[in-house]
């Protein structure tokens, strides 16, 4: 058999060949092309890395682990480098960074380097969460992201992305080189699969009858306690919801808006679904602080909407 470049041949379609057929600029082709790169090097940290604490708290008063900070530096130096970034802000860091100074042509970028990283030391599946805006502002509508993305690093790493033009899975293969492994995907109006967040006994009582619904009606619990991999499970089988709902004591959730759902959302809104906070979508949300907190019902588009019925009754 001839030898073929690997993402050259009829079979494989590489991540920048993909990214280049979506009409965008070629500062966002090579924004997106850094973060997975990034991602390489963030893979490598989880396998290897120090499962130990940072010793430091990051802005929620949460213990940082020594993966939280690494992956942090990683992405960050990545996205400084990438010459194509003014602003850059995580959930991990106290304050916006400035890589340069407003000029046309930059992103900025919020992100999450290690959504779950308390669950790395049980070998459960963690992920990296991005989202883009043109511009240097960082407090804007989810609405505005020109780009959103995950990372997944489970048994296999798969990257999912929206430039707001479908979405898009990409798989880590054996040379490390994200390949398109599904395109255009889309979700049922409706599923059967439900994944709730939160400790049930602080659920308010519409949350806790709409989820006697879900199991009166049959749907099955798939909750792993990472955000990425149980939203990635909802985006690639197409059905379910998950909620990480108000509570009696944190009304806004647990789960940071600009961090964590706004990224979410807008690929879940791209492949056909939706995403509350029980009252509006969360793309909608105005964001006055970077650490800003929100409920959040995602998923097919008929559950989100029987979850707004019933918490609408907290
Ligand atoms: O187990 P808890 O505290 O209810 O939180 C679970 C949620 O918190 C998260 O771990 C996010 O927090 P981190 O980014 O700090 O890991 C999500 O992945 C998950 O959906
Ligand atoms: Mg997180
Ligand atoms: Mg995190």
Known sequence: MPFSEPGKTKFQVDLRRHLRNQGICDNLVHLICEIAEASKYVINAVRTGDLGVAGTSNLYGEEQLALDVLSDRIIKKRLIHSGVVCNIASEEMDEIFQAQADADGLYSVAYDPLDGSSLVDVNLAVGTIVSIYEGCNLLQKGRNQV???????????????????????????HLMEYTLSRENITMQDE???????????????????????????????????????DINQVIMKGKGIFMYPALNGSPNGKLRLLFELNAMAFLVENAGGAATDGRQPILDLEPHSLDQRAPVYIGCKADVVKAMEFVSRN
């Open 191 to 229: 599923g059967n699969i439900y994944a709730p967040g939160g400790l049930r006994n602080k659920y308010q009582q519409g949350t806790e009858q709409f989820v006697r619904y879900l199991e009166e009606k049959g749907a099955k619990l798939r909750y792993s306690g990472g955000f990425v991999p």
């Open 147 to 173: 780009a959103a993305m995950y990372i997944l690093y489970g048994p296999r790493v798969s990257m999912v992305y929206s430039v707001g033009k479908g979405v898009h899975e990409f798989t880590m293969n």
